[in-house]
């Protein structure tokens, strides 16, 4: 890793601390796999706190342009909002080739570019927040006309070794557990798998032009999955609506199966799936 590129990345960056560099280092190797190059015009999805968003506008350089969007508005997200962060961000050294907006559903009819606007357009770490998988697929259909490439990352469900298994169990609990949810603002709000992805792809009219797993085994995510599942177990029962007592109970064992994985075994973060589109 480049050193002083890291650096630079970081100072604009609300937080440059362990937790930061480390998920600033994992993108910079997502961008670097999708080839995003200097001049380009990006559009990312989902932009959230900025961590990839910053990275992108990096390697567009002064030239090109990162604009950010959201759905979720500036007074979310902890232990800083997205909003302060966003303006953070764009008073940055990086600043003047970002823009970020949030409260933004791209599948509203108020929203729309001109045929071809971005060179790349970026889904990160984000497809698990939409509410089903006919949303996500419309999405990649409204998407195809605004820009030349798809370039996507999301956790890879495919297991590469045992110790990954806590990181995934713990998303499948409370994939389960969102089902039955009609709102929510959980990070896991839809499961799906590279298979399923791909399928929604093809029926969108998109092309896969290159894929690949990638492994990023600092990342704190597993860790962070496996705790909230954990520590947030009882309040989804309470809140729970419609939920079968047969999968509740299916529920607890499997949380009784993580917590005795846990204390026995050494536990990393899933691997990310990523991919160009065309």
Not at 164 to 185: C, D, M, N, R, T
Request: hydrophobic share 40%; proline share 3%.
């Amino acid at each position: 890793m480049n050193t002083n590129r890291l650096q630079t990345i970081l100072s604009c960056m609300p937080s440059d601390n362990e937790i930061q560099q480390i998920q600033t280092e994992h993108r910079l190797k997502l961008a670097e796999f999708w080839g995003i190059e200097k001049g380009k015009r990006v559009l990312e999805i989902g932009c959230g706190q900025g961590d990839t968003t910053v990275v992108l506008a990096y390697l567009v350089g002064e030239d090109g342009l990162v604009h950010g969007v959201d759905i979720g508005s500036a007074s979310y997200g902890a232990p800083i909002t997205l909003g302060d962060s966003a303006s953070y961000i764009m008073k940055s050294a990086l600043g003047k080739q970002i823009k970020m907006e949030f409260e933004v559903d791209i599948l509203s009819t108020e929203i729309d570019f001109p045929d071809h606007s971005f060179d790349y357009i970026v889904l990160s770490h984000c497809s698990w927040y939409f509410s089903s998988a006919v949303q996500l697929e419309k999405i990649f259909q409204k998407i195809r006309k605004w820009g030349k490439q798809l370039c996507f990352a999301e956790w890879d469900t495919r297991i590469q070794s045992l110790n990954q298994y806590p990181h995934l169990l713990s998303i499948l609990i409370q994939a389960q557990y969102e089902a039955f949810k009609q709102q929510s603002e959980a990070n896991v709000r839809t499961l799906f798998t590279p298979n399923d992805i791909q399928s929604l792809l093809e029926s969108s009219g998109w092309k896969t032009i290159k894929e690949q797993s990638i492994v990023s085994p600092k990342l704190q995510d597993g860790e962070w999955e496996i705790s909230y599942t954990l520590k947030e177990i009882d309040t989804m029962f309470e809140n729970s609506i419609g939920m079968p007592e047969k999968l509740k109970l299916l529920i607890k064992s499997e949380i009784n199966i993580l917590k005795e994985f846990i204390q026995t075994n050494n536990r990393e973060p899933l691997s990310i799936f990523a991919f160009v589109a065309e």
